[in-house]
């Protein structure tokens, strides 16, 4: 390992983050070096910081799990990328793979490389999102994974698939993902100041989550009970809501945790699980329940080969699908607790301006 080292922003303690000074090792065998631009936290970025949740006590704790960048150097066995390239990645190999930091190593099957002009703000955004959409639907839900361009429509191409929580980020790409699928029956939950946003990205329908009557504009708008349900908020109270309008033989697919009650940003001393616990279901022994862990999503190998090497580059390629809008801050708990709020708004964290903010 090199006797060099690089600025990095970690969780240091419960509640404490800190600028140090990690080592920099050269990319292994099937890994890339990346000097990254811009990284966009997620949820678990904050549960991390403040609660030390998922991570037993292990610190410091590299923060920032997408990444956008310059290729820095390739290890063996990495086919496609070079010095230079501007890339997007996931980490999913511990801190190492962190965005907060000014280089990390990252595992070639998460890296996805871009188009020459594309803004490396606004791929930071993509990685975990868009892995988690595609992994939810074309995996968990089990809905055959779509080629792109479509070269024939899907077997439940009209059947209605229920996107709850659409204005989260990951929602937002699952309703892409779909309407470009070829699923002509995708409907929406979100916040109205949301609605004409996500119509503009596939969504059929457009539900407020928020009124009393939400169940009924639900079945309304499918015509009957739901078959397949991604939920991106899987929060207590919101499960029971979906329990009302999945079908018997349906599918419900949620974002681990699982928060309890039903506020979407869960507070110090609110149980998380990663497994719906049995008290807590009000769904029909006939339903399926699946619980999304996106960090596992490389188990399938078809995945693994294929979604961030050929597909999400081809898709950014002929420009046919939508990153998420984003604002650059300068801090970390600033970026997470507001992107967790204002749902469409995922905050990017410029990793120059928080070495420099030091």
Request: aromatic share 10%.
């Given at each position: 390992m090199s006797s060099q080292t690089h600025l990095a922003f970690a969780s240091t303690a419960v509640g404490v983050t800190s600028v140090i000074r990690v080592p920099?090792?050269?990319p292994e065998p099937g890994e890339v070096m990346v000097k990254v631009a811009y990284s966009a936290v997620i949820p678990l970025d904050t549960y991390t910081a403040d609660y030390g949740r998922l991570i037993y006590g292990e610190f410091p704790v590299v923060l920032g799990f997408n990444l956008s960048g310059v290729v820095e150097a390739?290890?063996?066995?990495?086919?496609?990328?070079?010095?230079?390239?501007?890339v997007c990645a996931f980490a999913t190999a511990g801190s190492k793979g962190k965005g907060l930091q000014e280089y990390a190593i990252i595992q070639h099957s998460t890296c996805a490389k871009l188009p020459?002009?594309?803004s490396l703000e606004a791929a930071a955004?993509?990685?975990?999102?868009?892995?988690?959409a595609f992994y939810t639907?074309?995996?968990?839900l089990e809905l055959p994974p779509p080629t792109f361009p479509l070269s024939a429509q899907p077997l439940h191409t009209e059947t209605p698939i229920l996107v709850y929580g659409a204005g989260a980020t990951s929602g937002q790409y699952a309703v892409q993902l779909l309407a470009l699928a070829g699923y002509k029956q995708v409907i929406a939950t979100a916040s109205p100041r949301h609605h004409s946003y996500l119509k503009s990205l596939g969504a059929t329908h457009v539900v407020d989550y928020s009124t009393v009557d939400m169940a009924e504009k639900i079945l309304l708008a499918a015509g009957g009970s739901i078959r397949f349900v991604l939920d991106c908020i899987s929060t207590e109270g919101m499960l029971k809501s979906i329990s009302s309008v999945i079908s018997p033989d349906g599918v419900v697919a949620m974002l681990l945790p699982v928060t309890e009650g039903s506020m979407h940003v869960a507070e110090k001393d609110v149980q998380m699980w990663m497994e719906l616990p049995v008290d807590r279901n009000s769904f029909p022994h006939s339903v399926k329940?699946?619980?999304?862990?996106?960090?596992l999503y490389q188990q399938n190998g078809?995945?693994?080969d294929n979604l961030m090497l050929k597909i999400l580059?081809?898709?950014l390629e002929r420009d046919i699908i939508r990153p998420n809008r984003c604002e650059a801050v300068e801090h970390l708990r600033a970026a997470a607790w507001l992107g967790l709020e204002t749902g469409l708004n995922v905050l990017d964290v410029d990793i120059t301006r928080i070495f420099k903010a030091k």
């Open positions: 920099m090792p050269s390739v290890g063996a066995d990495v086919d496609g990328l070079q010095t230079g390239d501007k020459d002009d594309y955004t993509i990685p975990d999102n868009f892995i988690t639907m074309f995996d968990c329940l699946v619980g999304v862990r996106t960090l078809y995945l693994r580059p081809r898709l």
